[in-house]
């Protein structure tokens, strides 16, 4: 393979990578605003809560899948909480009571951060055994960015079938259609959307432990990615994980081949392709009209 070839090839494993951080991210969060209605400002606050904390659990253990494991359960667990004793008291105040509670909670875990951590960037090392290159069809390509790709794919396989093919999913989304007459049946509506609440942070814990190896834990993380992860929302349409997931490959992709080709254009890239979506569907790619 020509050297031109290699290099557009790399650059698309690379925007890959990132599309797939980003879906991770951006999928908890379609789960909890399109399906529950819920403006969470803070979930990006929780994918950088749990890069921390995987920092802390590498630091004392070494062992990267049991940071994998925890620091994502933590940041579900303090998510339910959150919805549990916080977000349901002024859900019925609308969208206002959510942002500006959201808002609050994003800035208490952003200050308990540096508290805790301090506002020093923290390297993460790739895990030993995910380092180095491997060849495939005379390319070579970093471990850990196609472990990332692949970590993706399975979590979608996963939630869609939990979402499409379970009682669970079933449920869920009759809930988000008539919650009162789900709540008639004898289901536990608001136990479901706690536990949908819960699985929507534990997606973006995933991703918090996912990108710290690639990019140096710092406060700045959340902002980050936040807002990219809701324009990937807004875009690929409420509530649509197909959607989600089409639209944080193409963000992906448009970053890397932005940065190498169009370096001046690249920060506005994903804001045009959004403006261009929006203007043809408002809806988003795979958003449906009320």
């Known amino acids: 393979m020509d050297p031109v070839t290699a290099m557009y090839v790399a650059q698309g494993i690379h925007g890959l990578a990132y599309g797939m951080i980003l879906f991770l991210v951006a999928s908890g969060l379609t789960l909890i605003f399109g399906m529950m209605g819920i403006l ?38 303090i998510g339910i909480l959150m919805e549990r004793f916080l977000l349901r008291r002024v859900h019925a105040s609308g969208h206002i009571g959510e942002l500006i509670l959201t808002v609050g909670v994003a800035l208490v875990i952003l200050e ?24 495939v069809a005379g390319l070579e390509y970093p471990i850990y960015r196609l472990f990332i790709i692949a970590l993706a794919l399975v979590l979608l396989a996963i939630l869609t079938v939990i979402l ?13 259609s008539d919650a009162d007459m789900v709540n008639a049946l004898g289901v536990n509506v608001p136990l479901v959307f706690m536990a949908v609440f819960g699985i929507g942070t534990w997606m ?8 710290a190896p690639i990019l140096t ?9 936040g807002m990219d992860a809701f324009m990937v929302v807004v875009t690929g349409g409420f509530g649509s994980l197909g959607g989600a997931f089409l639209v944080s490959t193409i963000f992906g992709l448009l ?36």
């Open 40 to 77: 969470n400002l803070a979930h990006a606050s929780f994918f950088m809560l749990s890069a921390y904390i995987s920092y802390t659990v590498l630091q004392v253990t070494g062992n990267f899948w049991l940071a994998l494991l925890i620091a994502p359960v933590v940041s579900a667990v």
């Open 112 to 135: 308990s951060v540096k508290v805790f951590w301090g506002t020093e960037n923290l390297p993460l090392p790739v895990p030993e055994f995910l380092q180095g290159l491997v060849s």
């Open 164 to 176: 499409y093919k379970t009682r669970l999913g079933m449920v869920v989304r009759a809930a988000v």
């Open 204 to 211: 973006a814990g995933i991703a918090g432990v996912a990108i």
């Open 217 to 225: 834990v710092f406060p700045g993380l959340a902002d980050q990615m």
């Open 255 to 290: 970053s890397s081949y932005g940065v190498q080709f169009v370096s001046a254009l690249a920060p506005v890239l994903m804001f045009i392709f959004m403006a261009i979506v929006l203007v043809i569907k408002p809806m988003g790619l795979f958003g449906e009209r009320e």
